[in-house]
């Protein structure tokens, strides 16, 4: 069965970086697209980007596509997300996830999740 699992969330300061890793097991990857999502205590769960897994090609929040990248390693079956020039805003859970469309923005699209990730940014 697919099983993704995040990594690499942490407490950093307005103004750093971090990278995410999805590993994702399970999967035919040529199947599906990946994307990434955030939701912060009290809030809708938001799309932040995806990526068809064979192909590379993206998709971003307009709020975010400057300072996020999504890249993708299919030899190690894992989906990062490059966040850089972090604020306190994005501080929430962020959660891989995995859907047989592509490039889908709606959660209700996604057919598997991760667990998430925490990412604290303090000011």
């Known amino acids: 069965q697919v099983q993704l699992v995040e990594s690499g969330g942490g407490l950093v300061q307005a103004g750093g970086s971090l990278r995410l890793s999805c590993a994702a097991s399970g999967l035919t990857f040529s199947s599906y697209a990946m994307g990434w999502f955030r939701q912060a205590p009290g809030k809708e769960r938001e799309f932040v980007a995806a990526?068809?897994?064979?192909?590379?090609?993206?998709s971003y929040s307009d709020s975010l596509k400057d300072r996020f990248t999504i890249t993708s390693d299919n030899a190690k079956n894992t989906v990062y997300l490059q966040m850089n020039n972090l604020k306190p805003e994005d501080t929430a859970v962020y959660y891989c996830a995995a859907n047989r469309a592509y490039l889908a923005r709606s959660p209700e699209e996604y057919d598997y999740w991760g667990q998430g990730t925490q990412v604290s940014v303090s000011s």
């Open positions: 990526i068809n897994w064979l192909r590379s090609t993206t």
